[in-house]
């Protein structure tokens, strides 16, 4: 059979998602020869394989999209306040088929290993058909949230009936009308499946572990006259995002919210709650993510909302989140998910009070005993951040496996390269704002950042480039400082490595806000790659 790649490149990027085709785009610019390895049958990454009922972006269509094609963004219309995972995939093969950049990327084919060669200064990319390409450059698009977790509890093996993972849902689709069907884990996926779902199956089971905090969307058909007035200037608006905290512009809080009286504060709350966004009620005060009672004031607020919606007092009392403080948890946004609670045919199962204890051949085993079910649904998350890059074997110099050095935990230099791993970098990795922030935001900075780095290189006849081991650990006491300071670290979380048992505890993004990390990274380079060993 023909190789699908070639034998020497000068960059190989892994994954075809919104980061790898940005940094093809960019590569090919500077006339370099490179290949995008992408494990699935097609582009899109995230948002390919997420393909469950409801899947949509919780950043708004107007912010979530490509900003270095000023021409696109004028054209392209969205149609919701909020996209749908239909659409932002065919913004994706829209772009790609615009600038051409489908034949550059070799689908179906997964990278299993990267090795560093000390001699040559070059990676070796070993795919799972066994085909080997040497490149200067290795660059991980991996993703953030991209290796799919199941519950820890055996059985899956024996269930008789259809069993389906929100971020690997089949491309046809699934109609569950008439079944009875279990959905097990309720974080952002689902939170927005199970209002779908609710409405075709017969019984549906919810198996909740940890109740999160979920804000209305109150999506629908995008708002022409907001449409108009940011495409008018569409320009600034990204300035001011890049410059801001999570990506999104928004006015900064000025005060505390213990400072303000109670009957203002939840007018404010109100008010914010009724935009339908993530960073509304949480960016009302200055101190939500960073002092407890503070924050009790929105999670109370929240919980308020909660038992007004929900009919059932004592079901509403088991989604109210309780222990941890609101935000520290990635917050959802939902379409009628509460709501769905007051059908007669959907139940809440409290896996607090009666834990998972098996799958059974014929559905899900929780302490208090048996629930039947046709069709299982496991929404329970991913091995996020550092997933995805340990399961590839990656060696960097003396043959230093990553997960050697990241046994402790990840660490990266501005979250985009690890001291002993020169020419490797990772796109939105552990110790960048990434997923807390609005991601095509951070991906952009960084694709940029690294072309940039890239041309650096060659202008000035350099081959090797690596972060030295002081930058990297004064970088990441640095991430571990500023997350000390909120709330953050308190809370079992994704964010924290706590939803794999085993995973190394600490808080794997940046916190310093995407603006000043920015300004960080442009400093660094422009003090000629500071905290960087360049060779010749
Ligand atoms: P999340 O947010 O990690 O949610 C996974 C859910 O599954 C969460 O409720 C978990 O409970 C639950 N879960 C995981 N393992 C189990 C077991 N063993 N038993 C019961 N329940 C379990 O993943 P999502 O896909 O929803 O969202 C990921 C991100 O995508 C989201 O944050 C947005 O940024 C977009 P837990 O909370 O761990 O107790």
């Not at 995008?222 to 890049?242: G, N, T």
């Not at 006491?477 to 706590?498: C, F, I, N, Q």
């Amino acid at each position: 059979a023909a190789r699908k790649l070639p034998t020497e490149l000068d960059v190989v990027v892994v994954g075809a998602g919104f980061s790898g085709l940005y940094m093809l785009y960019k590569l090919r610019r500077l006339n370099m020869t490179v290949k995008v390895v992408e494990a699935g049958s097609d582009i899109g990454g995230t948002w390919f394989w997420n393909r469950y009922p409801g899947a949509r972006c919780d950043v708004e269509s107007m912010h979530y999209s490509y900003s270095f094609d000023p021409e696109l963004e004028q054209e392209w219309e969205w149609t919701e306040k909020y996209p749908s995972q239909p659409e932002i995939l065919s913004y994706i093969h829209h772009v790609a088929d615009r600038h051409d950049l489908r034949r550059d990327v070799v689908l179906d084919t997964t990278v299993t290993s990267a090795h560093y060669d000390d001699d040559s200064a070059t990676w070796t990319v070993t795919t799972d058909d066994g085909e080997q390409v040497r490149a200067r450059y290795c660059i991980m698009a991996v993703g953030c949230l991209s290796v799919p977790k199941k519950p820890e509890v055996p059985g899956l093996e024996r269930f008789r009936g259809d069993w389906y993972h929100t971020c690997d849902w089949p491309e046809s689709g699934v109609d569950f009308t008439g079944q009875r069907v279990a959905v097990i884990g309720t974080g952002s996926s689902g939170i927005q499946a199970i209002p779908i779902i609710a409405k075709q199956a017969a019984e549906l089971t919810v198996f909740q572990r940890t109740p999160n905090f979920s804000l209305p969307t109150f999506n629908g058909p995008i708002d022409q006259d907001l449409v108009a007035d940011i495409k008018s200037r569409y320009r600034e608006i990204r300035e001011e995002s890049r410059r801001s905290g999570f990506g999104v512009a928004i006015e900064p809080p000025t005060r505390s919210a213990l400072e303000v009286d109670p009957e203002e504060r939840l007018r404010s709350y109100e008010e914010r709650w009724q935009r339908g966004n993530l960073t509304g009620v949480l960016q009302a005060y200055t101190d939500l993510l960073a002092d407890e009672r503070a924050n009790d004031t929105a999670a109370e607020f929240v919980r308020g909302k909660i038992r007004e919606i929900v009919d059932d007092p004592e079901t509403a009392e088991k989604l109210c989140p309780k222990g941890y403080a609101f935000g520290t948890k990635r917050p959802c946004l939902d379409t009628g998910y509460y709501e769905t609670f007051n059908n007669d045919h959907v139940q809440l199962v409290d896996l607090r009070e009666t834990p998972l204890v098996e799958i059974t051949e014929r559905g899900v085993r929780t302490s208090a005993g048996e629930y039947e079910v046709d069709s299982l649904v496991l929404a329970t998350g991913f091995d996020a951040m550092t997933g995805a890059l340990l399961n590839i074997d990656i060696r960097g110099r003396q043959g230093r496996t990553l997960k050697d050095k990241w046994s402790d935990g990840p660490a990266l230099y501005l979250g985009l390269n690890a001291a002993g791993f020169p020419n490797m970098f990772t796109i939105t990795g552990p110790g960048s704002p990434s997923v807390l922030s609005n991601m095509i935001v951070s991906i952009e900075q960084h694709v940029e950042w690294l072309s940039d780095l890239l041309e650096y290189m060659r202008r000035n006849e350099l081959r090797v480039v690596e972060a030295t081991e002081t930058a990297e650990k004064e970088w990441t006491d640095h991430v571990r400082e500023v997350g000390d300071m909120t709330l953050y670290p308190k809370t079992d979380s994704w964010y924290m490595g706590a939803n794999v048992p085993g995973k190394p505890r600490l808080l794997m993004a940046y916190l310093g806000g995407v603006g000043p990390y920015w300004e960080k990274c442009q400093q660094v380079a422009a003090d000629g790659y500071e905290g960087f060993a360049l060779q010749a």
